[in-house]
DNA sequence: TCGGATTACCTGACATGGTTCGAAGTATGT
DNA sequence: ACATACTTCGAACCATGTCAGGTAATCCGA
């Protein structure tokens, strides 16, 4: 349906505003934090009314919905730039990197951090769509793990909450700074070394 | 001054008055959440006009810092009270009575964690004497931490990253759950087992 | 090229939120 | 009883998210 070049044209020029609207959000929250975007605000960064801006998102939370579903489109990107055939022999390395950049991702963008891993913002709850987008990302670092050596469930939780801690961490405590950071090769050794993390006695082909 | 009965009548009435609204405001925010906390409604769970509150709090900041302290007095309070059966025979003991301390107190009022240990409200930061509050508590856990072998301060971040992790998602990944909680004595364990945990190597008393 | 439809954006308005001001009522101290 | 301080209130201000309706530009088929 439609080859046509109007069209086309059209709806090319809406996504362009939709992505506009979307990139000046994120700039709004760099500056003012994850609760200070406002529509009258946005609606000037783009150049038109707040109004408007209703048009292309049916509320203030769709636009932090569209925000979330980036969000995660880039920590998926930014956990597969991750793949470095060089390690995957060594079964230290890759858990290793795979925690650092996580805790990188983190602590780049605190607000995006906010966003998709703190629940904060008053009446949002990501779509279904953007949700799925979210699951996919677990998912594929949950893989990532599991190449790495950490399959069982509990110590992938362990994984999760040493990572998400340190990252939090270091963001409300030493914004900038690197005294969390630092111990994220610490943290993986850890439980690199704990006897529990490689279970062979249950739920494991004998 | 003035040993006299009615001033003091009168300032007991208003201590009353306070007290009342901070408590009615923990009833809203356990509620609807830490960010529903409305002047007006609050005025109406207290009986007077929202405009009325501002004569005992100078803006509903205020409000939430009264709570961040006194949040943080229970915060003291719960750590200091760390007899638990369950720990009585354990060799870990202090240092897992502890971490299930800590996770507990996190567990049991989300919003208060929020308030306490996540700054999400937009405008709030704690006043000078609730910080002080804050900052006598942790260095109190922190003495109780190195009572319990855990000193230097590379272990001590570490320690406060996994169980404010643990909490973190526990809280928000499995609220009512045990998920996150029943890894505490493993992480703790992970802690103490790490020879870098017990450094005699520098900054110790050869 | 022209008329109808679709689209983009606007103005105006509403509800709700925190907050200020000044007046009225009430308790307190002499 | 009177002056004073305290408490509470009504009205209003400003910022916010959002809805309803209008207007001008753009696109489409004839």
């Given amino acids: 349906m439609s080859g046509n070049p109007n069209g086309d ?3 090319a020029r809406r996504q362009e505003t939709l992505a506009e ?4 959000a994120w700039e709004m929250v760099a500056e003012h934090g994850l609760a200070g975007l406002s529509m009258r605000d946005l609606g000037d960064r783009v150049g038109m009314r707040a109004q408007s801006l209703y048009s292309y998102f049916a509320s203030k939370n769709k636009i932090y919905d569209a925000m979330f579903m ?10 597969e730039a991750t793949d470095d055939p060089r390690f995957r022999a060594d079964p230290a390395r890759p858990a290793r ?3 650092h950049r996580f805790v990188e ?3 780049i963008d605190p ?3 906010q966003l998709l891993f703190q629940r904060t913002i008053p009446g949002f709850e990501p779509s279904p769509e953007s949700y799925a987008v979210a699951l996919k990302a ?7 793990l599991a190449d790495s050596g950490l399959r069982d469930q509990e110590t992938t939780d362990l994984w999760t909450a040493m990572l998400t801690g340190l990252a939090d961490q270091q963001i409300s405590n030493d914004p900038g700074g690197d005294r969390w950071e630092r111990l994220v090769d610490r943290a993986v ?3 690199l070394a704990d006897p529990q993390t490689h279970p062979h006695t249950e739920s494991d082909k004998a």
């Fill in 189 to 191: 050794d850890l439980l």
């Fill in 138 to 144: 677990y998912e594929n670092a949950r893989e990532r």
């Fill in 97 to 99: 990197l795979l925690a």
């Fill in 21 to 24: 609207i979307v990139a000046a």
């Fill in 70 to 79: 980036e969000g995660y489109q880039a920590f998926s990107a930014w956990m």
């Fill in 111 to 113: 607000v995006r951090y």
């Fill in 9 to 11: 044209r059209r709806s």
């Fill in 105 to 107: 991702f983190c602590t």
